[in-house]
């Protein structure tokens, strides 16, 4: 059995818009962060030349995983798994887990960090694929959903612990989301949907700063100073963005007013410095990926890659919803980057890779697609 999948021609269309929002990414990211990196670290390039180093990166992975026989790596999706476990638990470990604004979300080792849940999501993903997509496994049986819902609830308790809430939802989420794909019996389905909608505003209650996030939410002008600040800047900077934006480089929100301007928030300065329109466009690009990687999976040549590729782009829709949500003030402020555009590497690097893999089942359609025609 061949390592190496020379099958078909990958989707260009995904291929070309996936490069497209990294490099925006790239150029808004140095655009948010060269005031704070030449005041913090008097190189104004900081922030950019490290996500440069990631976007190199990434790309060399997504390469990698258009050509990877998927039949080889499904062998290692449990042990893939078990590895984002653990590396989930080294955040707690002292010495290992570096701490920031209150929550243990990175694992350092030198000078070298990354965050786990961004590759636990994916592992989850993968291992959730392979089970599903098994002969022998039938979905409809409640007994032969508890390794997907063992694994999946798994991954969410030590997100929620570190503590990092919205990755813990957008997991649960695209769980819930690759059960209903893979056939789950609606019964089942809707009462997992209740327990979720249960489990939500409890997560809420047993934090008071989660509370407090949320009256801020309601009503940001209540305590502009303290937790509705950074909605209230991020409403500031998409307002004065107007039609057209301030221009490119010109954003005044990012001069130390708008909090993570170059990560979470950075579609706050994308609209500040190129308005609406350049907004929309934005929000097209992720809906073109998104269309893109739907077809793949309707179009997938087995049941593992239809799956697959439901699940990745299940992360990418409800990440992305979620951030915009966030920053247009639709739903409480929580901390979750924006795929192929916010800060960080190990962010990009994994999205990119799921990207490769997205483009390896689009090498095995059934039929063909329409940038192959």
């Given at each position: ?12 269309i ?5 490069i ?25 390039f900081y ?80 291992f959730?694929?392979?089970?599903m997509?098994?002969?022998?496994t039938?979905m ?29 939802m ?42 407090k ?45 708008l ?11 994308i ?26 999976s ?11 590729c ?49 483009l ?9 697609s329409?940038?192959?025609?």
């Open positions: 059995m061949k390592l190496i999948n020379t099958r078909g021609k990958p989707d260009y995904l291929l070309g818009a996936v497209l929002l990294a490099l925006i990414g790239l150029l808004f990211i140095y655009s948010a962060s060269y005031y704070m990196a030449e005041r913090d670290f008097s190189n104004k922030y950019f030349t490290k996500q440069a180093v990631g976007f190199v990166v990434g790309v060399a992975a997504m390469l990698l995983a258009s050509r990877l026989n998927l039949d080889i790596l499904k062998k290692f999706s449990l042990p893939l798994l078990a590895v984002s476990l653990v590396l989930l638990g080294l955040v707690f470990v002292p010495g290992l887990g570096i701490e920031n604004y209150g929550a243990k979300r990175w694992v350092g080792f030198g000078g070298f960090s990354f965050q786990p849940s961004e590759i636990a999501k994916f592992a989850f993903v993968f959730a694929a392979t089970y997509s098994r002969e022998k039938d409809t049986r409640i007994s032969h959903t508890l390794p997907v819902l063992g694994s999946g609830v798994a991954v969410c308790l030590l997100i929620i612990l570190e503590p990092n809430m919205s990755i813990t957008c997991v649960g989420l695209v769980m819930l989301i690759m059960l209903f794909i893979s056939g789950m019996k609606p019964k089942w389905f809707v009462f997992l949907l209740v327990a979720a909608a249960v489990a939500v505003p409890v997560m809420i209650l047993v934090e008071p700063y989660r509370l996030r949320l009256l801020a939410f309601i009503d940001p002008w209540a305590s502009p100073k303290d937790e509705g600040y950074q909605l209230i800047q991020s409403l500031y900077a998409l307002g004065s963005g107007g039609w057209f934006g301030v221009g490119l480089f010109n954003s005044r929100q990012k001069y130390s007013f909090p993570f301007a170059e990560s979470d928030f950075v579609f706050s300065v609209g500040e410095e190129t308005g609406l329109v350049g907004c929309l466009f934005l929000m097209l690009l992720f809906l073109l990926v998104i269309y893109r990687g739907v077809k793949i309707l179009n997938a040549a087995d049941k593992f890659g239809s799956l697959l439901g699940g990745i782009v299940s992360i990418i829709a409800v990440q992305s919803a979620i951030n915009l949500a966030v920053v247009t003030g639709s739903i409480p402020p929580t901390g979750l980057p924006l795929p192929f555009i916010s800060y960080g590497g190990t962010s990009l690097v994994m999205f990119m890779f799921a990207a490769g893999l997205l390896n089942v689009s090498r095995s359609e059934e039929t063909p329409v940038s192959h025609l």
